[in-house]
């Protein structure tokens, strides 16, 4: 009987050895299925289907607000859904896709304020309009809540309010507005030129380095309000790598969509300041940084040693396209 009881105890603890196993790699190949960025899409190609779905004509201003909708509708109703919330296993282990996510966010509410403050007002003095007003407010909800009100939520009732603006936009008879002028666009590319500008820093210092302080260049009479030193130690913290190789990631994601649907909008302002060129420059460096990423793991080599450094390409790709959106600012300064 001892034997046979333990007998039974050893195949009874080798099931449950091997039922644990199984689950744990259903949670790993369910992880792993969830860690997929989207596809990209076409803004124009998706406006024109909207439009003709409502009957709208395809006016000054129409694909970038859809594109804004869809990018938003992308990140909520993704493979997995909006993950940024989530504190249950195993989501919770998951930190690559919420990079992501925060990069598309950050990007949705630089373009969703444009919207309500530069391309549907003519000037400073005119009223906002009603529905921008409160989708603004609600994409810079705070990304991370999950209970009463949760995120997805609220980034859906910004959504909502930018189809009623969207459809007043396309209707003959609508009051929505947008002003396709070179101050607008140059209004939004420069919050673009210091997303961008912010992303590379960070991926950049990946590696660590000193560099002078340049603070206050180009002002002798400007004083800080606390003294960092004629040099400055950048580096960004190990256990953060691969959380700023995603965001940048998301970021030059959302970002694409964005610049193909104001190229869209505002064709007839590039192509006066014979800008066309410089724009799809823009897009050609944000599309080369989503090339896939063949390693397992995000790399953080030196500059010059035997393995890769992930975060340097794409700082690579992102500093070309953010010279690029300062070039392109020049340009539509020009009269």
């Not at 105890?9 to 449950?16: C, L, P, Q, V, Y």
């Not at 410089?278 to 393995?307: C, H, K, T, Y």
């Amino acid at each position: 009987m001892p034997l046979m009881q333990t007998l039974i105890g050893t195949g009874r603890r080798r099931w449950i050895t091997l039922a644990a196993a199984a689950v744990l790699a259903l949670c790993a190949v369910y992880l792993f299925w969830l860690d997929h960025e989207p596809d990209p899409f076409d803004p124009l190609v998706r406006a024109e289907a909207r439009a003709e779905r409502a009957g709208h004509d395809v006016v000054t201003g129409y694909v970038t607000t859809s594109a804004l909708i869809d990018v938003m509708d992308t990140l909520l109703n993704k493979r997995g859904g909006y993950l940024n919330n989530d504190l249950m296993p195993p989501w919770i282990v998951l930190d690559n896709m919420p990079s992501w996510e925060i990069g598309v966010i950050y990007q949705a509410r630089d373009l969703a304020r444009t919207l309500r403050n530069d391309f549907s007002r003519s000037q400073t003095q005119s009223a906002e309009d009603r529905a921008l007003a409160i989708a603004d407010p609600q994409f810079s909800f705070d990304y991370g809540s999950w209970w009463l009100p949760s995120t997805e939520g609220e980034y859906r009732e910004g959504i909502e309010q930018l189809e009623d603006y969207l459809d007043r936009l396309g209707s003959p008879d609508g009051e929505a507005r947008f002003y396709d002028r070179a101050d607008n666009l140059r209004e939004y590319l420069a919050l673009v030129e210091k997303r961008l500008g912010n992303m590379g820093q960070q991926l950049s210092a990946s590696v660590g380095d000193r560099r002078r302080n340049t603070d206050l260049s180009g002002d002798a009479a400007a004083r800080p309000s606390s003294d960092l030193g004629r040099e400055v130690r950048v580096k960004t913290p190990w256990l953060r790598i691969d959380n700023v190789f995603y965001e940048a990631r998301g970021t030059t994601w959302a970002l694409i969509h964005f610049l193909k649907a104001l190229d869209h909008d505002f064709a007839a302002v590039l192509r006066d300041k014979n800008a066309e060129a410089s724009l799809d420059q823009i897009i050609r460096e944000l599309e080369a940084s989503q090339r896939p990423v063949r390693s397992p793991v995000i790399l953080n080599g030196g500059g010059f040693g035997m393995f890769a450094n992930h975060s340097l390409v794409m700082a690579n790709y992102i500093a070309r396209a953010n010279a690029a959106v300062i070039d392109l600012r020049r340009l539509l300064e020009q009269g």
